[in-house]
């Protein structure tokens, strides 16, 4: 890893917890000031690793990365894409050793925030750390909501809900135009996430386009027809909390 990135460290994440309920300048303050000098980590990399107990929690600031677990034959479960404004592993502050790792899907800027300055801020900025503590309520969701696409839905069903959910995702912190996207990850790793082989992914993504739903190419995702995505989809965003409810 090496020092880098001019992009404000906190911009993504105030977006994302503003809009669940108002940020005042205190708290925008003491999220800025716990958080470490931005690095740079390549595409890749593990940004944490498997087992391990972190004394820091990580905010990713821009580029996409994926928690994931390795079975014993070293094939990959991807269980949570993460983008811009995630805290990707906020829930170490009190799991301590981790039961999985996050690895960078494509070139990464992250920011670390120790977790002796996270326990401080739940103590000094209660409101601040119920926000926090949110965050880690809808990872949870977003996990749930994966478990059943897993179990339950069709492939086309299954890919369609992981679409609505990262452009939704991406819009709240500004990452998106009208309907339109960049997922800048392979079918491998789409694969890992859906739990499909990568010829399979080929064959959904094709439908998608044959069905004239999506325009998808070199990692740019335009939704052509949301309606019929979501309905294919059976995509309720109720789980991601995008409206505003003080806390």
Known sequence: ???????SKITTLVDKLSLRDRLNPEEIEALSAV???PKTVS??????????RPLHSTLLISGFSARYSTLEDGSRQITEINVSGDFIDLHSLLMKQMDHG??????????????????????RHPHLGRLLWLDTIIDAAIHRQWLVAMGRRSGLGHLAHLVCELYLRLQAVGQTGDLTFELPLTQTTLGDALGLSTVHVSRLISELRS???VAWAGGRI????WRRLAEIAEFDPTYLRLQSEPV
């Open 1 to 7: 890893m090496t020092k880098g990135g001019s992009v």
């Open 35 to 37: 958080l470490d000098a």
């Open 43 to 52: 595409a890749g990399s593990d940004i944490v690793r498997e087992h391990t």
């Open 102 to 123: 996050v690895v960078a899907l494509t070139d990464c800027v992250i920011a670390e925030a120790p977790h002796s300055g996270l326990i401080d801020i739940t103590e």
């Open 211 to 213: 069905e004239g739903v």
């Open 222 to 225: 335009d939704i052509v027809d």
